[in-house]
DNA sequence: CAGTAACCGAGACGGTACGTCTAGTCTTGAT
DNA sequence: ATCAAGACTAGACGTACCGTCTCGGTTACTG
C-alpha cells in the first residue's frame, strides 16, 4: 500500500487527515438535510452542529453541492443489491421495487436534494449521473439484457429507454413528495413489462 | 357594473397594481433564469432586471419559488397542445413529442428551476403540481382512455402509472441535463407502447 | 371672517381642512413621542395612530421634526404664565421653578425630542428657538430688567448671560435623563441669584 | 507573559482585529458626521466610506449611537486640559474658555449629535454621561473646591448647581448652533463668578 | 529530536442577498 | 381641494451565510 501510494508520488506529510472530523461533517450533513431540509443546509450550520471548524469543510468540499452527495453517497451506500436469478420478470419488478424503497425512506430526501443541487451546479449534476445514476443503469441493463437473451423479453426492447421510464418514474414521485409505497412499484413494473415480454 | 364590484365586495380602492411592473418582473425573473441559471437567481437581480423596486416584487411574491413558478407559467402558457384523433397510438406518440419537443427548450431550464426551489419550498412543489403536472396528465389520461374505449388499448391499462412512467422520464433526462431531441421521445413512446396495445 | 378671507384673495375652494384630522394627527404624535420615544416616532406610525392616510400628513407637515414640533406647541401651549411681582428675586426662584415643572412632565420628553430632530433639520432648529425658546426669553429678560430698575439686581448684571446658565441647566438635565424637581431648581435659583443682587 | 494571559483567562484565538478597520470606521464615522451631520450618517455610508465591510461595523458597534460616541471620544479625546493654578477666578475663566472653544470646533457638531442620538438611546445617555461628562465634572469641581478651601469662593457656593449651570449653557448655544466665542465664554464666566465669591 | 509540512479550531474580514421598515411620491375613487 | 387607501421608487436596517484570511496549536513524518 504505501509503496503504491509512494509510486504515486504523494508520499502522506504533515498532519494527516481527521478521518473523525470527515465523519462528523458528513454525518451532521445527512441530519441536516433529513431534519430540516435543504433550506436549514449550510456550511455554518453543517460546521455547528459537527463541532468542526467552517475553514475544515472548505478544505475538503469545495461546494454545498458536493457535501450533499458526499453525505448521500455516504449514508446510501451500497443499498441496492440486485439478485440476479433465471426468472427476468422477477427480477426486474424486484428491481423496482427495491429502488423505490430504498428512495422511500431518508435517502430519498438526500437524492431529491442533490437533484435540486444539480439544477444550480453542474459539477455535482455530473457526478451524481457518472457515481450513482449509471452504475445503477449499468446493472438493471445486465438484468434486461439477460432476459432478452433468454428469450423472455422481446429481442428488439429498447433497454436504454425502457430504464428511462422505469427510473423517471421513481424521481418523478420522489421530487412531487408523492409516495413511493411497494404497491405502486409492482403496479409501474407490471406496466411496463407489458412491452417487454417476447 | 357598480352593483357588481359591490357584489363582489371589491370596490378598488388605492391606486391600482402596475401592470408594467408585474410584466417587468415575470421577464426579467424568465431571462435571469435562462441565461444564468438557478445560481444568478436572486430578488436583487430581478428587482434590477427590471427595473423595479425590491418592494414591490416582494409586496406581489413572498418567495423565490413563487417568483419563479409565475414567471414559468407565464412563459410556459399554453404551448401544449394535443390532437386527439381516432388514431390512439398516435396521438400517444404526438403528446410524448410535444412534451419533449416543449421542455427542450428554455421553458425546460425554467421546469427544471421551480422543481428545484420545490424541494425547499413545499409550496411550490404543491402548486406546480396542481396547477401544471395535474392538467397535462389529466389531458394524457383521457388520451389513453379514449385508446382503452376504442379497443385499441388493452382495458386493463394501469393509466397512471404509464403517465408516471412517461412524464417521469421525460423529467428525468431535463434535471439531468441530457437532450429531449424527437428520436429520444419517439423511441420512449415506441417502448412504451408496447405494453399498451390490446 | 369669510369676507376678509375673500379680501386676501383666498376664497376657499374645495373641501375645506379637516380639523378632526390634524387633531388627531397631533395627539398621536404626542403620544407616540410619549410612550415610545423618538425611536418609534414615524409618519407611518403616527398615521396608523391617528386613523388618517399617510398622505394627509405629508400634505400640512413637510418633515417629522416639524410634525414633532407642532405636537409640541400644541401641548406645551402658554403652560408657563409668570407673574412679575415687585419681588424680583422671589420672580426668578419662581420662574425657574416653573420652567423646571413643565419640563419635567410629559413636555419635557417632547422638548427633548424636538430637541433632538433640531441636530439633524436647521428648520426646526430655528423654529424651536425663535417660537418657543425666544418668547420666554423676553419674558424672563424682562423679570431681570424689571429687578435691575428697582435697585435689586445689580446694574451690570449680563442679563442674556445669565439667561443662557439658567435655561441652559435645565435643558443639561433634561437631556441627560436627571430629575428636574423643585429642590433642584430652588438649589440652582439660590446658587445663580448670588450673582445678581445689587 | 504567558503566565497573565492565562490569569486573564483571554489567549486571543482566531484572527486578531484588523485596526486599520477600526480606525477606518471611527474617522470616517467621523468625517461624515462632520461634513454631513447625523442625516447623512448611517452605517452604510460610514461602511462606503471607510471602505470596510457593513457587517464589520455591525460586530464592534451595536447601534450607531455607541459608534457615534465611539467616534468622538476617539477624535475629541483629552482636548481639554485645566490648570490649576493658586488663582481660582482665573482657573474658572479658563476653564470655560477652554470648554467653550473645544466644542466650537468639529467636536462641538459630534457631541451635539451624540445628544441627540442619545435621545432615542439611553445606553448612548449613560455613557456619554459618564464616560464624559462626569469626568469633566469631577475636575471642574475640583477647582470649585479648591477655590472654597482658598477662601476665595463662598464657603456655602453649591458646586454641583454652578456647574450645571455653567456647562448648561455651553450646550444650550451647541444645540441651538449659536457661536460658542471666547467673549461670550469669558462673559458667561463673569456672570457665575459674580455669585461665587467670598 | 528538532524541523517542517499539513492539519484543525477559532474567529475576523470583505461581500452578497435576505426580508423588513420607513420615507416620500403618485394614482385612484369618494366626499 | 381634501381625504382614505394603497401601490410605487428608493434606500437603510440588521441578519445570515458565503468564501477567504490569519492566527495559535496539533500531529505526524523526516533529516
Not at 17 to 30: D, M, T
Not at 121 to 141: G, I, N, T
Not at 147 to 176: H, P, T, W
Request: with cysteine; aromatic share 8%.
Amino acid at each position: 500500500m504505501t509503496a503504491m501510494a509512494q509510486e504515486e508520488g504523494n508520499a502522506p506529510r504533515g498532519r494527516p487527515r481527521s478521518a473523525a472530523s470527515r465523519q462528523a461533517v458528513l454525518q451532521a450533513a445527512y441530519a441536516i438535510l433529513i431534519e430540516e431540509g435543504l433550506g436549514g443546509f449550510s456550511v455554518e450550520a453543517v460546521a455547528a452542529r459537527a463541532g468542526v471548524a467552517r475553514t475544515t469543510i472548505y478544505r475538503w468540499w469545495p461546494t454545498k453541492g458536493l457535501l450533499a452527495f458526499d453525505s448521500f453517497r455516504e449514508a446510501f451506500g451500497a443499498q441496492l443489491v440486485f439478485a440476479r436469478t433465471d426468472a427476468p420478470a422477477a427480477d426486474l419488478r424486484a428491481l423496482v421495487r427495491s429502488l423505490a424503497r430504498a428512495l422511500a425512506g431518508p435517502a430519498g430526501r438526500l437524492a431529491a436534494s442533490v437533484m435540486a443541487q444539480a439544477q444550480s451546479d453542474p459539477e455535482v449534476q455530473k457526478l451524481f449521473l457518472e457515481q450513482f445514476s449509471l452504475p445503477l443503469r449499468r446493472h438493471s441493463a445486465g438484468v434486461l439484457k439477460a432476459g432478452i437473451a433468454a428469450g423472455v423479453f422481446r429481442s428488439d426492447l429498447k433497454v436504454e429507454r425502457l430504464l428511462d421510464a422505469l427510473v423517471g418514474a421513481v424521481y418523478l414521485r420522489l421530487m412531487f413528495g408523492l409516495p413511493l409505497d411497494a404497491a405502486w412499484a409492482d403496479a409501474l413494473a407490471e406496466t411496463l413489462l407489458g412491452g417487454c415480454m417476447a
